[in-house]
């Protein structure tokens, strides 16, 4: 994660955040950005919550303006799928859950992707820092990225219905 952190000023080409209504916030671009309410009352929940932590510190608070959610609000859906014996991958965890929604394998790929620079083309200068970022691929991420939201939000469900040792509930203790 450390050359993300170290890499300046990045775009934000998609954005994703869930909450308890159905409504998935969707940013593309320089499009607008809208959040469904969190009426749960619990806190954001984040499947590697620790990562989408360190991605809104040091990345999209400085560089964008986001809020960042104080800790005590965060929920890791990992932490609880690790505690009740469960895979730590999302997309594991989704096939032991039998969730309805699963991870794109099409689209992770894509993501990883478009994470490393590209080789410049012919016409390109060959010391330039050059990135997949087509309409068609940011579309598709932005695809993927709701998806992967929806088995997150899925997979809190189906775990906060799971006792915990501590808490006697798949929510951690607040």
Known sequence: MRPILDAGDLPILCHRRRSSDPLVSRRSGAG????????????????????????????????????LIPLERQRCTQAVALSLGYPAKLETLADA??????????????????????????????????????????????????????????ADTRLGNCPTPSSGSGRSPT
């Open 32 to 67: 607008r950005l809208e959040y469904g309410r969190d009426r749960s009352g619990l806190g954001p929940a984040a499947h590697n919550a620790a990562f989408e932590d360190a991605i809104a510190r040091h990345i999209l608070h400085p560089q964008h303006g986001f809020p």
């Open 97 to 154: 859950l039998k969730l309805k929604y699963r991870k794109d394998d099409a689209g992770k790929r894509l993501m990883l992707m478009m994470a490393k620079p590209r080789k410049p083309l012919d016409h390109e200068d060959p010391n330039g820092l050059y990135w997949h970022e087509e309409p068609d691929q940011i579309d598709r991420l932005s695809d993927y990225n709701c998806t992967d939201v929806e088995v997150e939000r899925e």
